[in-house]
């Protein structure tokens, strides 16, 4: 309930503060990179639960002679990395957190379609709400490799409290200015999850 209560008043505040950013956010995205300017898609919450994540919008939607989409790096713009190694493509979460499919401090949401991938243990990361941030995004992000990150997100679901959040909050800021983690090794964001091996 303590959590809940803060992410509520937390992003509440967030979203009134930063209001004139995320405005002005919106009419930068509109003029680089077109409609339509938020990033909308269906990513597991709590318990697996489908919900509706929205971003701004990082890439252009471009596609190759043969119709099929270009890859992350031939579709990223200078204006989407630096909306990604800012972390101000996150701002349009704080919806996500006030209407309870997030929280400010979790997982991250990944895709629908990696969750029959998941070992038991991997798949003990929806016990809780996906995040804004998290403890595998203070500790490394995208530099991560993905066994790494899920063995931090449930390290944080077995150990998680609110002075965990509140350090993993004071982190995040900190790892948002100096900018790390941004991308994996030869990779725009991050290749994709293809399971465990067997």
Known sequence: MIKRLLDIVLAGVGLIILSPIIAALYFAVRHQLGRPVFFRQIRPGLHGQPFEMIKFRTMLDVCGPDGQQLSDENRMTPFGRF????????????????????????????????????????????????????????????????????????????????????????????????????????????????????
């Open 83 to 198: 909306l990604r190694s800012s972390s101000l493509d996150e701002l349009p979460e704080l919806w996500n957190v006030l209407r309870g499919d997030m929280s400010l401090v979790g997982p991250r949401p990944l895709l629908m379609e990696y969750l029959p991938l998941y070992s038991e243990k991997q798949r003990r990361r929806h016990e809780v709400r996906p995040g804004v941030t998290g403890w595998a995004q203070v500790n490394g992000r995208n530099a991560l490799s993905w066994q790494q990150k899920f063995d931090l997100d449930v390290w944080y679901v077995e150990n998680r409290s609110v002075w965990l959040d509140i350090f993993i909050l004071w982190k995040t800021v900190q790892k948002v200015i100096v900018r790390e983690g941004i991308s994996a090794d030869g990779q725009a964001t991050m290749e994709r999850f293809r399971g465990n091996a067997k």
